[in-house]
């Protein structure tokens, strides 16, 4: 088999998962689908050593995220002056819990969004999230509790600033 054609089939049992991955962190589907075309750009320009990784798709993927991460930070001024004047066009037509966890998703930090998404929604354990993302699996998994934990508040029907552990004074509260 050629490189070629070695990465094309690569490409072809890899690329909607990965779109998939990458829209549900980036919550849009335009910004997932450039940093996944120039992700495997790049894995083709160098696809005898990125065949090599002991996951290629890990590596695409990887790369993909580090894309949206660099075209986040160029562009947020932009982009949060566009969600004030008009509405999240993206969203149409999605169910109303995807939208809730967009939403919700949109909200935490990067690196949290970025675990919780690696961890719950790709299926990758705690380890392989750490391999991923060049971060201890301490920090890993404080970034899930973390990551969890506020995103439990965005998903919650109390208000933000209360969790269900904590009372309307904001103080902790036991159950059991």
Avoid at 14 to 28: A, D, E, I, N
Wanted: charged share 25%; net charge positive.
């Amino acid at each position: 088999m050629t490189d070629a054609e070695e990465f094309d089939a690569f490409y072809a049992d890899t690329s909607w998962r990965v779109l998939g991955q990458l829209w549900t962190m980036t919550g849009s589907r335009a910004e997932a689908e450039d940093a996944v075309a120039e992700a495997y750009a790049r894995a083709w320009q160098r696809w005898r050593q990125v065949r090599e990784c002991d996951s290629p798709e890990a590596w695409v993927r990887r790369t993909a995220s580090r894309i949206a991460i660099s075209a986040w930070r160029k562009a947020v001024n932009r982009v949060r002056a566009h969600h004030r004047a008009t509405p999240d066009q993206d969203l149409v037509g999605l169910g109303p819990d995807h939208v809730a966890l967009v939403h919700a998703l949109r909200q935490i930090p990067a690196a949290q969004r970025r675990a919780i998404v690696l961890h719950h929604l790709v299926g990758l354990s705690v380890a392989e999230v750490a391999a991923e993302v060049g971060s201890p699996q301490g920090t890993v998994k404080a970034r899930l509790l973390r990551g969890r934990q506020a995103l439990a508040g965005w998903l919650s029907d109390l208000p933000p600033a209360q969790t269900p552990n904590q009372d309307t004074t904001g103080k902790e509260t036991r159950h059991g």
